[in-house]
């Protein structure tokens, strides 16, 4: 497999510091394993979507669906050892938006296959239902050197270096996920039913500054804190090595020692910080405990979980904004006393992993001609020729290349792009009738749960898609979903669509609330599924739940 390695290493842009933590984290897997737990065998990545909000804290604590969780092995979900299912089904039913992702090696590439993961839950222990495989993506290799060097990490196995290699490659070229958006989940056990996630961290600091607090990402904190919440005991290990033992991972492990911390949020814009509990040498599940144990007893503010309050106390927590689980916001006035201000909208700027179904090339057989194409983008193709070999052609076109490699040169029909006395152009014409045969059913279903995120993905594949591509896309999807919303709302008793203060929004599938108290009626009423529209207006998704200020039309104009 050097090969492989030295063709993974080539592609490899980050430096030495990724696979120099690999040596501190497979010191900390191997320290569990002797206390007999049994440490993961595939790898958890967490992916932090752009749903925009103004409030930063908020974002990483608040909402769980604006994360995707990656699983990375080279083994398909249904031939994991026991062990490893069943952590991952523990850690799964607690979590939202997890893909397995199974690759395999070829001569100069490695193939990703997607399966969507769900749980269900029998006798108790929550049990994988994985999806059917679909195609993710293919990542090229380049010529590497045959025998790379790999002494700086001898103590790390070949096989996880080039899983640790091939897992960042993926996340960075093939989903494309904007730097520090992304991170890896450095340690993952399962002690008898309970999942263990241990953050690894190094830093080298001089003996009078070894206490002092370290600075931890916002994707970092809050991977931890969805962990935390979805029932995994999570720790911080932190590696002090002293300055000049930087230069090789393994003397930074010889030299330095271990401390036991904890993520905090720090008054300001979302400052994360971890501090430091106290020693845990030897690094182990039991001294990390106990350094919490220590710091549980002797800090006058608890930086670990508290038992939980009852309910009541949680909605009241909620409705406050404080935060809860392991995180403590220290010097900050409650949210409670902030003034009510309506959220600015949620973007949903990449339609990949669970919202993949929203591209025009996820499969969905559409009828034309008498022919029956795999994908929307292929019947689009096939209407803008009137060739009929390419038509043929393009049924069998599963891929955008096949594809979009038949549309360029087929020739394109004269009346395409031509207006006829003010009616929209054929291509408008086809692009509507596609999104609308394609999104309908349980399709028509996920359309509308997307709700209430913009749609964003500006995505552009060449101009031979025009009209079914990038902003005008965009335009059909939300037209589609507005449409499907009306109808789901009509329907369904109780939802912001049949309110009496909801008035026609400007956005598809939006209605504009005109609660008799203002912004302030309207978040008491639906909380932050209401958003700010054009000119400052409150609006909501159609088909949202009403909450204690919902007032149904049909009983407000009984006579």
């Known amino acids: 497999m050097s090969w492989l390695l030295g063709a993974l290493m080539s592609l490899h842009v980050g430096g030495h510091a990724p696979m120099d933590a690999l040596v501190s984290e497979m010191y900390v897997a191997r320290a569990l394993e002797a206390e007999g737990l049994h440490v993961a065998r595939f790898g958890l990545w967490a992916l932090r979507r752009h749903a925009r909000r103004e409030d930063p804290v908020e974002r990483l604590l608040r909402q769980p669906k604006d994360w995707t969780w990656l699983v990375f092995a080279p083994l398909r979900p249904q031939d994991l050892s ?128 070894a206490g002092d607090a370290l600075t931890m990402t916002v994707t970092q904190a809050g991977t931890l804190a969805h962990l935390a919440a979805a029932g995994a005991e999570v720790h911080v290990a932190v590696l002090i090595s002293p300055t000049g033992s930087a230069r090789h991972p393994d003397e930074a492990i010889r030299r330095g020692r271990w401390q036991a911390g904890a993520p905090l949020i720090r008054p300001g814009w979302g400052e994360m910080h971890v501090d430091l509990w106290g020693a845990a040498e030897p690094v182990s599940l039991a001294t990390l405990r106990r350094a919490r144990e220590v710091a549980r007893a002797s800090a006058p503010v608890q930086a670990t979980p508290p038992t939980p309050p009852p309910a009541s106390d949680r909605r009241a927590q909620r409705s406050s904004g404080t935060p809860a689980g392991p995180f403590v916001e220290k010097g900050s006035p409650a949210r409670g006393f902030l003034p009510a201000r309506l959220p600015e909208p949620r973007r949903l700027t990449s339609f990949s992993f669970e919202y993949a179904f929203l591209r025009p090339w996820t499969p969905a057989p559409i009828r034309l001609g008498g022919r029956l194409y795999p994908t929307p983008a292929a019947a689009f193709l096939a209407a803008r020729t009137l060739n009929a070999e390419v038509r043929d052609a393009l049924t069998g076109a599963l891929t955008p290349g096949p594809a979009l490699q038949l549309a360029r040169h087929a020739p394109v029909r004269p009346d395409w792009t031509m207006r006829r006395d003010g009616d929209p152009v054929l291509r408008e014409e086809v692009a509507t009738a596609v999104v609308r045969a394609a999104f309908r059913a349980e399709r028509g279903e996920q359309l509308v749960a997307t709700l209430p995120f913009l749609l964003a993905d500006l995505e552009v594949w060449g101009p031979a898609l025009d009209g079914l591509q990038g902003a005008a896309y965009l335009h059909l999807l939300h037209a589609r979903r507005g449409e499907l919303a009306a109808q789901q709302a009509t329907g369904t008793a109780g939802c912001c669509g049949l309110c009496t203060w909801a008035r026609p929004g400007p956005w598809p599938g939006f209605a504009r609330c005109e609660h008799q108290d203002g912004e302030a009626g309207t978040l008491a009423c639906v909380g932050k599924k209401v958003c700010r529209g054009p000119g400052g207006a409150a609006l909501v998704a159609l088909t949202t739940r009403g909450g204690s200020g919902f007032r149904s039309k049909q009983t407000t104009h009984r006579p």
């Open 82 to 209: 026991a062990r490893d299912a069943e952590l991952l089904a523990r850690l799964a039913h607690g979590l939202h938006g997890v893909q397995f992702l199974y690759w395999s090696v070829a001569e100069s590439s490695v193939t990703f296959t997607a399966y969507s993961v769900r749980t269900t839950v029998v006798r108790g222990v929550p049990i994988l239902l994985p999806s059917s495989p679909r195609p993710e993506g293919t990542l090229s290799l380049p010529v590497g050197p045959l025998l790379p060097d790999l002494t700086r990490w001898a103590s790390v196995s070949e096989a996880r270096l080039t899983a640790a290699l091939i897992e960042g490659a993926y996340v960075e070229r093939v989903a494309g996920a904007e730097r520090g958006a992304f991170t890896n989940v450095d340690v993952l056990a399962l002690d008898g039913g309970t999942p263990v996630v241990v953050e690894v961290k190094r830093r080298v600091r001089s003996e009078a500054h």
